[in-house]
């Protein structure tokens, strides 16, 4: 009898284990969790950091400054397929994340850090190479400003905060 009691709380601990890890999982399937707004880390199980400085993305625009309102592109290259990514413009002064995303290729959708759609992330887990965005400035000054990713190549390897070149905010003194 204790032997079948144990099998049992075996099986039940192991079960509801299983549930949570899968569970967990999937939540990430589908974009990233709100908790990595700040410093754009995922957070998964067991995952390994890269160096944003050695990795095989490109995060550009075509333009080295902006007026508040304006309309930015912003691509994303890659040499290799990746399944998730969080991106947002930075300001330079202090790091708040600024502006929203207007438009957003398929396998993405807007998340809400701090602001409505002030962040992008992936929906769903496709794999991805080559992505176009379009960020819109904020009507009233900001200052300079940084577009920031963090890609995951799996569920255990990720770059974090690769960023792009700064674009200058027109017209300031």
């Known amino acids: ?87 947002q413009a930075r300001k330079v002064s202090n790091n708040e994340i600024a502006g929203t995303f207007i438009f957003l290729p398929p396998g993405s959708k807007l998340l809400t850090c701090f602001e409505d759609g002030d962040t992008v992330t992936h929906s769903d887990k496709s794999l991805k190479r080559n992505l176009s965005f379009v960020w819109k400035a904020p009507d009233q000054p900001i200052g300079d400003i940084k577009f920031f990713i963090s890609i995951v190549q799996s569920y255990f390897v990720y770059w974090a905060k690769i960023e792009s070149a700064i674009v200058a905010q027109g017209g300031q003194n």
């Open 1 to 87: 009898m204790e032997d079948g009691r144990r099998a049992h709380t075996a099986i039940v601990g192991w079960a509801c284990t299983t549930l949570c890890l899968v569970s967990y999982a999937a939540a990430f399937s589908q974009g990233a969790s709100l908790s990595a707004c700040t410093d754009m880390m995922p957070r998964h199980l067991r995952v390994q950091l890269h160096s944003p400085n050695n990795n095989y993305v490109t995060l550009h625009t075509n333009m080295s400054f902006y007026f508040p309102g304006d309309k930015v592109p912003v691509t994303v290259r890659s040499t290799r397929d990746y399944m998730g990514f969080m991106l």
